[in-house]
């Protein structure tokens, strides 16, 4: 049972960076892979990012990569994904997202959060 928190959203101008912090809750999220997605109004829910329990490998969408850096520390029990250079078009509802064997794009992952807003103003 995995319970997690996102924190660290705001209202930027572009160009701004934040850095979104997710505190999980159970034991077992240190063998969980674990990611973010993202949701901007209107649009369809939107594969981030995403780093492996060890922390060996990361994936990222095409439209952040460069820009996001997803990292974890499973000591702490916590999950960040550093934001650089943002636009407005990153403007979402930001959501931690925990899964036993996978987090990926065009999948549900065993758990979310509850969503951080992040609004990057032009």
């Known amino acids: 049972q995995v319970q997690l928190v996102e924190s660290g959203g705001g209202l930027v101008q572009a160009g701004d960076s934040l850095r979104l912090s997710c505190a999980a809750s159970?034991?077992?999220?240190?063998?969980?892979?674990m990611g973010w997605f993202r949701q901007a109004p209107g649009k369809e829910r939107e594969f981030v990012a995403a780093?492996?329990?060890?922390?060996?490998?990361?994936s990222y969408a095409d439209s952040v990569k460069g820009r996001f850096t997803i990292s974890r520390d499973n000591a702490k029990n916590a999950g960040y994904l550093q934001m650089n250079s943002l636009k407005p078009e990153d403007t979402a509802v930001y959501y931690c997202?925990?899964?036993?064997?996978?987090?990926?794009?065009?999948?549900?992952?065993?758990?979310w959060g509850q969503g951080t807003q992040v609004t990057v103003s032009s």
């Open positions: 997202a925990a899964d036993r064997i996978r987090v990926r794009n065009g999948a549900p992952p065993d758990y």
């Open positions: 780093i492996s329990w060890g922390g060996g490998r990361t």
């Open positions: 159970g034991r077992a999220f240190s063998t969980y892979d």
